[in-house]
C-alpha cells in the first residue's frame, strides 16, 4: 500500500519549458489536490478534484491546469514555467471534500531558473 | 474571505518545557484538523475537530476547539526532541501558516 505517489521528486526547469507533475493514490479516495509550499507561506492550494470528473481552481491556479485522468491519478502541468513557480509541490487525497483527513505525497521539489 | 491567523510563527524551547499553538479563524468553522510536517518531509494528519469545545488528546498533544468554533489550539507538554517540526492548522481546505517549532536537548 504505497499511498499517494509523486512523480518526479526533484526537477529544474528553464524558463519558458513545460512539464507535468504526476500523482497517484491507492486508497480508493474521491478527492484529490495540488498544494504548493513556499517558505513562509505554507501551503496555498493550486487545483482540486473533490471527485473524479470535475477539476476546480484553488487559490492560486494562474499559470498551472491539471487533469483528474480518473480515479487514481490527477496531474499537474506547467505550460510555460517561470521563475515564480520554484517551489514544492505536493499532491494530496482524501476519502471526501471537505471534511476528510488529507494524506500527502512525498512532494516534488521544483527549481526554474 | 475567511482569514485564517496561526501563532506563534516560531518557537524555540528547551526540551522539557511545554508548547502551545493557536489558529483563529474570522467565521465560525465546521471543523478544523491539524497536521505535522517534519524538516524535509510532508504534512502528516494528527486529528479532526468538530464539536463546539472538543478537547482531544493524544499522549502528549491536547487539541482544543474553541467554544464558538473559531479557534484552535494544540498544545504539547514536555517537549521532546522528536517533536521538531512544523504544525499546521486546516480549516475550510486552507491551511495556516505554521507554528515552526525547534527543541534544544
Known amino acids: 500500500n504505497a499511498g499517494v505517489t509523486q512523480t518526479p521528486k526533484f526537477q529544474v526547469l528553464k524558463t519558458g519549458q513545460s512539464m507535468t507533475l504526476q500523482c497517484a493514490q491507492d486508497?480508493?479516495?474521491?478527492?484529490m489536490y495540488w498544494y504548493r509550499q513556499d517558505p513562509g507561506m505554507g501551503l496555498r492550494l493550486i487545483y482540486y478534484?473533490?471527485?473524479?470528473?470535475?477539476?476546480d481552481k484553488g487559490e492560486v491556479p494562474n499559470g498551472y491546469n491539471v487533469s483528474r485522468l480518473n480515479k487514481r491519478e490527477f496531474s499537474l502541468r506547467l505550460e510555460s514555467a517561470a521563475p515564480s513557480q520554484t517551489s514544492v509541490y505536493f499532491c494530496?487525497?482524501?476519502?471526501?471534500?471537505?471534511?476528510?483527513?488529507?494524506?500527502f505525497g512525498n512532494g516534488t521539489r521544483l527549481t526554474v531558473t | 474571505g475567511q482569514q485564517v491567523m496561526q501563532i506563534p510563527q516560531y518557537q524555540h524551547v528547551q526540551e522539557g518545557e511545554d508548547f502551545t499553538t493557536y489558529c483563529n479563524s474570522s467565521?465560525?468553522?465546521?471543523?478544523i484538523q491539524w497536521y505535522k510536517q517534519r524538516p524535509g518531509g510532508h504534512p502528516v494528519f494528527l486529528i479532526q475537530?468538530?464539536?463546539?469545545?472538543e478537547v482531544k488528546k493524544q499522549k502528549r498533544l491536547t487539541f482544543q476547539f474553541g467554544e464558538a468554533k473559531k479557534n484552535s489550539s494544540l498544545h504539547i507538554t514536555a517537549t521532546q526532541t522528536t517533536d521538531v517540526g512544523t504544525y499546521f492548522c486546516?480549516?475550510?481546505?486552507?491551511f495556516g501558516a505554521g507554528t515552526r517549532l525547534t527543541v534544544k536537548p
Open positions: 486508497m480508493n479516495h474521491n478527492s
Open positions: 486546516f480549516l475550510d481546505m486552507r
Open positions: 467565521t465560525t468553522l465546521s471543523n
Open positions: 478534484s473533490a471527485s473524479e470528473g470535475t477539476t
Open positions: 494530496a487525497s482524501s476519502e471526501a471534500w471537505g471534511n476528510s483527513p488529507l494524506h
Open positions: 475537530l468538530v464539536k463546539s469545545g
